[in-house]
């Protein structure tokens, strides 16, 4: 019996602790505020014509889609690529339109052509 109780106290005070480093480690992590959401609903900074793949990703990170739309015949057969990013509040039960807006950036080789909000 003396065995039993031992291996019971043992396994709850694991199981304390594993919840305790659990609810810890959630502790550092922050949901974004309302105000930067409202400012920036897609990413975290202006994009512009011209801008590398690697500028754009520094600035939204990876997109959630990209589509390959062919080939360049104008700038040395370069590859077309279409990036969409989602908005990022898109379960909202109202919609509000700028937060639930997904952005479509279009690529030739590894320049930004042009970008539309949908």
Known sequence: MAKTVGIKTVISCLVVLVCITGVMGCAGIEPPQPEKILKHPLGAGPIDIGMS???????????????????????????????????????????????SKSLHLYFDGNNLTSFKEE
Request: charged content about 30%; proline content about 4%.
């Open 53 to 99: 793949k690697e500028e754009i990703t520094s600035l939204w990170g990876e997109p959630d889609l990209i589509r390959n739309i062919g080939e360049s015949t104008d700038r040395g057969r370069t590859q077309k690529e279409e990036w969409i990013y989602q908005g990022r509040m898109t379960n909202l039960p109202v919609n509000y339109g700028y937060l």
